[in-house]
């Protein structure tokens, strides 16, 4: 039994207001499939809050699910989708996107970002029909190790796909942590500017459950639901997801729970680096990379749970330690002491 | 507004006790995707009641979900699967099956049934290799039209299935209801003797989400949890599911709550029979399908929310009326007083 | 060893007109795959003589090639295909459209044809994203039962389609045969009127290899070589199935062939019906069916090769016979000796 | 029109000796579909010349399907093939083995090839379900880049894949060069010795078509017919390729026009380097890859035939110059005289 979990942001349940919200609304009686009243307004309340009324948008149970989904509703078969070599797509769903049919052009990337050129180069190489035809930009925010894009980015990112004819993707597990980064200037609704299509988390940002997808180009609109439906992502009970975006936006719940795992993220990461340690990233979100001798290492997984993520260099290790909105301040503090003392 | 919706048994939330169990446990650090504590305990319940320790239990969030990844996983690239005509999977998953690549091979039934003699024949008529090669059975119970399986239909189901190298695999969305059908002398541990592979249906009997898989026969469940995250069911938060489960099996709630279900809907067409009016199928089981003249179906539909299910002759329709364990007497009672008055 | 055999219109290598094609050609040296000068010559040969200049022309090697890339080409994800229960797609080509991801509504047919009918009620069932959607409606001319559609009844085909947003598809592995029928009224012009798809089989009437697909509908064309490289059919030595093509239409032999082959099956219908035997369909084409006495199958089995295509009724079963451009009329009249002689 | 064209090894029909053997045949009526006195003729031959009765043999149509259907075969959905990143699979092929689900997991190579602790990290990085499993190495000889395995590499890879439960295929579309470079000490028979299937070129080597599939390792022989239908692959006049092997492989023209590709290959080497020029690769098959000046090839492109490979540096571009069988020693002097009075 360790003192404390910093393994993952999903962890706990959820947070208790939408544990409310779900007593709340227990017995009455709704339609299924989505077409609940609790799915419409948090449907309504999304497309507002992201200033798009023409945003469609559909709630999945998990990630790799919503990944899957948009991206084999976006491609024909022979079109393939471009992304980080570090990228959730191509490295942690076991083949969910080849299993639609479809190829991930990966391209190197140390901070988990993709830069414009790498997009254009990518299409460049792709000439005839002896190759795939790369049609959707894959990427993440915050990003698999962390960091973030700023607004100049993603609408630079935006532009070389628009002059491609490529889609922009955004998977937005951590959409939270990403954009109430600090060093963050991007506009909840600056996405509908920068993309075609995204999700916005619910699973690691407090809720039970739940992902809400968002078409914001119309082209892509068509069909949706039966996409949903073919790879069983259409829940009976959809009203269960619905509940919780509900809660996650009525308040701007959803941007303080995010900001919560951020400043417990970076209570920690201003320790670890006050203690004298390096970070494989510069992150600024709720999962931080401090790179820590070996042997630390193995008395602090002793007393805490987290992840041994890269080998650095001989004898150093980066681990990656998550935090959540249920994080407390207490067991951040805890680790640090608990560091100091083991590294000394 | 209508007075009562008879649609679907999925119209409500959960059963109290299951939002319980999920309260109680809400803010306990856990490990993710179905790793967790509650699952674990699920699991071994499940299997306890099964009377089967070698049986694999895996937690899905829905039944297309549950029969997708199930058949997909059973069947190599040129195998098929045998169902009813009627069978959810061959109607009403958008085509699931085939997006995994497989044919599903339909078969006549007026009652949602398959005989071992229909499966037979198309056995054989699948000789040589321009004709995909049938492995897997499905069938459902209750089936889709609320009939049931009695013990030795099944054990004579297993034995063509044995006898041709077919696995044979129950689709058990409603299979509470199927087994607590006053017919049915089919006991919970007689599947593990009949079936190679089912699922257990929770979101239609009471749970807020979720269905057990079990893979009975020991060669189907290598690899099961790569096929699981590969299509997008491995929950983050798998904890939320098998609390579920844990909820439904403690003291054997999910029983009493499939008996509650079909005892509505036996008062239900107990009084519709009383009225004078036949029926489309035998149902012992949660959904029913009285066949009603269209001018009273309408006058019905102002009141009542429920589907028609099939015209059956020139102004003559079966509807299907549903009920679960959340449905209250009373609702009966009032629907069959306004039958009474409007169709008089 | 047997006399002949009415096996199929495939037991013969090429006609050799076509295998001088082949000599002619052989040592220049050529583009690879289907760039080649023999194929464009092919290419806008067939186009001349449809009639169609703005018809795309791609060569495949064989019929379930052709039909399962075509269809996977014209299908989004949840889109599926109506065929007639007897379709080629439907029985014979093990699963082959299923495994690219689509569904086949099959409708019953005793001829081996649709009708407009039966298609709008296929349309009018599929009413959601809970059942797949159907795009592509399938036909054979001359059908797997030896039967053709007359012109009206592709225009009328057409026009179902037209109505409801669907595309129509021809399956010409034996087109010439259908075309050259005594009772066909459809010219190869008409084809590019009636259908959006289709293609012209080489390989049953005459080529060493090849069928050649027609996309007329020009929303059809884009990326036609991506997917035909994705699945294979993109030979490196595409000038193999130009060469076949070039000599086919050059001097319209293909129309020769086909009628040739018709003739002789005519022959053998005659002497048939002259030996008082009936046929399990209207044949014209060069495929017929005879329904003969089971005792007289067995005789006639040990002196030719022939499939038994159904039992009729009891002691009495339907044969299938085939014939092509390269049977000769002795063969077919010692055939007819000794079904009068061995029926006798 | 240029003096010669060096883009690649099948711009001709076919050795003369194949096309006799066609038309010998040629109105011999012969079963369809593979199952005709030609294929099985080669079949035994080939079993005969490899030393393997148990192997069994299949003829397809090109490398491409030959890959796409021996991968799909041997892998269970979840499961990934090990390649180079240049491999043909990687590159080449429109992600025709994405579009049968599997994820390929490549791995950086300079001369083409794959090494044991290549293969030995793959599988050590892919450790859970959140992760494909890697399931087969995909190797080819001669490799794209022209170079060659030895025995000793061969039979190092074998024990890889056997220590780790992988299967080892290779893709043999350049095999007869492969095996017959002056550097190789693999015999024909060493394939079934190290090789759980492969695949025999025969395009490339002279045939007018085909490729044989050798699936050497029984286990991967169950149902093998039913996935070559299902994918397109069984041609009708399947005699068309058995032919072709039944040429390639009576008189072991096979080796001998590999001999002859990589003869002349060898002569334009030896010219190229004694005029001054690096190569990219060590090949000593019939692909080479000179590195001349950007202004010289442009300069020889108004002359011959051939393909850019890659710029190298500024200034300097990689060529690929691909010979066959059919090369002309005048040919080769006439570019290599062009080559030094263009460069001087």
């Known amino acids: 039994m360790t003192k404390y979990s910093f393994f993952n942001d999903y962890s706990e349940g959820a947070h208790p207001d939408l544990l409310a919200v779900l007593a709340r609304t227990n ?26 009324p023409q945003a469609a948008v559909h709630f999945v149970s998990g990630g790799t699910q919503a990944n899957q989904i948009v991206l084999a509703a976006l491609l ?20 969910a996107i080849e299993a639609t049919g479809h190829k991930i052009n990966t391209v190197p990337s140390q901070d988990g970002k993709l830069r ?19 049609r959707v930009v894959f990427i993440s925010n915050s990003t698999e190790v962390g960091t973030i894009y700023r607004r100049d980015e993603l609408l630079a990112l935006a532009q070389v796909c628009r002059a491609n004819g490529l889609y922009l993707y955004l998977d937005g597990a951590r959409l939270g942590c990403g954009l109430m980064s600090a060093e963050s200037d991007v506009q909840f609704s600056d996405l509908c500017t920068a993309l075609d299509a995204f999700y916005i988390g619910g699973t690691k940002n407090g809720a039970l459950i739940g992902e809400a997808i968002i078409l914001q180009n119309p082209q892509l609109q068509a069909g949706f639901r039966h996409h949903l439906k073919q790879r069983g992502a259409l829940l ?19 941007f303080q729970l995010a900001r919560r795992a951020n400043a417990a993220a970076g209570r920690l990461a ?10 494989l990233t510069h992150s600024t979100t709720n999962q931080i ?9 193995e008395r602090l997984q ?5 992840y041994v993520w890269a080998r650095v260099r ?9 935090t959540s909105w249920a994080t407390p301040d207490e067991k951040v503090d805890e680790f640090l002491e608990d560091l100091r003392r083991l590294g000394a």
């Open 236 to 254: 009976a009970k959809g009203r269960l997801i619905g509940s919780q975006f509900l809660g996650l936006f009525e308040r701007d719940l959803y």
């Open 289 to 297: 990379f401090p790179i820590l001798p070996d042997a630390l290492i």
């Open 314 to 322: 001989p004898g150093f290790s980066a681990v990656r330690l998550v």
């Open 116 to 134: 414009p050129e790498q997009v254009q180069a990518v299409v460049d190489e792709h000439t005839d029909e002896h190759m795939v035809k790369p």
């Open 270 to 279: 201003a320790g670890i680096k006050a203690a004298g340690y390096p970070f």
């Open 302 to 306: 002793a007393l805490y749970g987290f």
């Open 76 to 95: 024909r078969p022979y079109e393939s989708v471009i992304a980080a070599v570090t990228a959730h797509i191509a490295v942690h769903e076991s083949g």
């Open 27 to 52: 017995l009455d009686q709704e339609d299924g499939y989505g077409k609940d009243s609790l799915c419409q307004q948090a449907e309504a309340l999304i497309r507002e809050k992201l200033g798009s």
